[in-house]
């Protein structure tokens, strides 16, 4: 069963708006929440990652959001860019090292 | 480039084909991940490395699977008698313990097509 769910799917916005993907985790033992992009034809690059005793981290236009008790984190990016379309993964992991569970991945598509 | 490298980028073979993929990680690091990736899904793990030892399997690996890591530098993964629902993204990551977590590093992925 796929531990860590990720919505949307997809998302549509314009240059200067602000994405947001959220992802939901029941395994209450991850302890370490990445974030991955990937352009086509292209592996996962990490974006920004954060650890539950934190609640936001921020690292230029991307943000995370930590929600502990209800077991939620989603990535924002500011200011959208069209270089920012691609497929974001979010991802969770035990003793914060170890195999990556990832999400099932939301296409971002920035417009003009 | 000092990235993680995989080869060969494309793999197309016929049903029942053995095939073989290598990954060479970033210098030094001492963990090697192998994971699959199929259209419209996320990276979904195969196994991983602490230099040479194979630590972890998943139970999705069929005995069709094997990977190694001799001398803990390079790996290969190896697909025998190849099926269709092997047809696949196969990725390589790589990492070191940095700070508080195991911060992996992806390679281009294998892109495998089964005819």
């Known amino acids: 069963q796929q531990q860590v769910k990720q919505s949307p799917q997809s998302l549509i916005v314009q240059k200067g708006g602000i994405s947001i993907i959220n992802c939901a985790y029941e395994?209450?033992?991850?302890?370490?929440f990445p974030w991955y992009q990937q352009f086509p034809g292209k592996g996962p690059a990490l974006l920004i990652a954060i650890r539950p005793d934190v609640s936001e981290k921020k690292e230029g236009r991307f943000t995370i959001s930590f929600n502990k008790s209800a077991k939620q984190f989603s990535l924002h990016i500011m200011d959208s860019q069209p270089g920012d379309s691609a497929t974001y993964f979010c991802a969770a992991s035990k003793d914060s090292w170890g195999k990556l569970q990832f999400g099932a991945g939301t296409q971002v598509v920035v417009t003009p | 480039d000092t990235g993680v490298s995989q080869d060969p980028r494309h793999k197309i073979t016929k049903r029942g084909q053995n095939v073989t993929f290598r990954c060479d990680p970033i210098?030094?690091?001492?963990?090697l991940y192998w994971y699959r990736q199929t259209l419209g899904q996320g990276p979904e793990f195969l196994t991983y490395f602490q230099n040479e030892a194979q630590l972890e399997k998943s139970r999705l690996l069929s005995d069709r699977f094997s990977a190694e890591r001799p001398k803990g530098s390079f790996s290969t993964l190896e697909i025998q008698r190849t099926e269709q629902g092997d047809s696949a993204m196969y990725l390589c990551a790589s990492s070191v313990l940095a700070g508080y977590a195991d911060t992996q590093y992806f390679g281009p992925g294998t892109r495998l097509t089964v005819l």
């Open positions: 395994n209450t033992a991850f302890d370490y």
């Open positions: 210098s030094e690091h001492n963990r």
